[in-house]
């Protein structure tokens, strides 16, 4: 099962959930066991039953399948056969290409067809206006979401919501974000939001922080020490000429010691060289 099933299942059947209103029309429904053996071994996303008894099937689809209909089709039998009823057939969509799904079949002596909702038609403002985060989580898959300062709206309601729910809703976004190929936009505003105890609880972000520290801090340390070795390689460079210039030509006059230790180690390289063909120490630093 992806991710995004588990997500988007947790939010529409959470109470008040303003997602599963827009959907169904319902309030609330009672979920029941979708599981149908018979066809296929068929596995429903979501089935549930409004107080008067009619059953609402609710399918999340992220792609344009080929002969979906069919799917859909063979799903409504196999309700009714178990059920002895006819459900209602939502589809949502929530794929980033756009919504090419075939939702009827139109044949002699045949017409059926299922409603299908495009995520992105919802209102996103009214999502993220709900007193649930679920509903704020939510609207980054609606038109809501592609627009400029979309992702740090959605972290400020978090930010704000209760705190024994942040980090599930973090969890959440980050990855219906996905969804959107916004994760990393997500997880970059994240960071400077001021629910950083949630951050680092969380089990998307703060694994990622923690090994972000950690690689950090190991890098640095490499940096330093490499670093280190590579000065301490240079000025031993830069001794050892200092050494073959006593040796050639006598003591070394303070404006010689000036010049050897602003040489770049390119540099140092060639005055080493010309040690040899050197008929003064100036010569050493010839272009």
Avoid: C
Avoid at 57 to 68: V, W
Avoid at 126 to 148: C, F, M, Q, W, Y
Avoid at 150 to 157: P, T
């Amino acid at each position: 099962m992806h991710d995004y099933d588990v997500a988007l299942k947790r939010i529409l059947t959470r109470p008040g959930s303003a997602l599963l209103r827009a959907l169904t029309g319902a309030s609330r429904l009672r979920w029941l066991n979708v599981e149908l053996p018979r066809v296929n071994n068929l596995r429903l996303d979501l089935l549930g039953e409004t107080p008067a008894g009619k059953l609402i099937q609710i399918e999340l689809q992220s792609r344009n399948e080929k002969h979906f209909e069919i799917r859909m089709g063979e799903y409504l039998f196999a309700i009714a056969r178990r059920f002895g009823r006819v459900p209602m057939q939502v589809v949502l969509y929530v794929g980033h290409a756009r919504l090419s799904l075939k939702n009827r079949i139109e044949e002699e002596g045949l017409s059926y067809g299922f409603h299908v909702v495009d995520i992105r038609d919802l209102d996103g403002e009214r999502l993220l206006a709900s007193p649930h985060l679920s509903d704020n989580v939510i609207s980054i898959l609606t038109r809501l979401g592609s627009e400029p300062g979309a992702v740090r709206k959605i972290l400020e309601r978090i930010s704000k919501g209760p705190e024994a729910e942040r980090v599930e809703a973090l969890t959440e976004l980050s990855i219906l974000a996905g969804l959107r190929r916004l994760s990393g936009e997500v997880q970059r505003e994240a960071i400077n939001m001021p629910i950083h105890e949630s951050i680092m609880d969380n089990e998307i972000f703060g694994p990622r922080i923690r090994e972000g520290i950690r690689q950090g801090l190991k890098q640095g340390l490499e940096k330093g020490l490499e670093k280190g070795l590579e000065q301490g390689r240079i000025e031993g460079q830069r001794e050892v000429l200092l050494g073959q210039i006593k040796k050639r030509f006598g003591a070394v006059p303070p404006r010689i010691r000036k010049r050897v230790a602003s040489l770049d180690p390119h540099q140092l390289k060639a005055a080493t060289l010309r040690i040899l063909d050197a008929k003064k120490p100036e010569d050493l630093f010839a272009e």
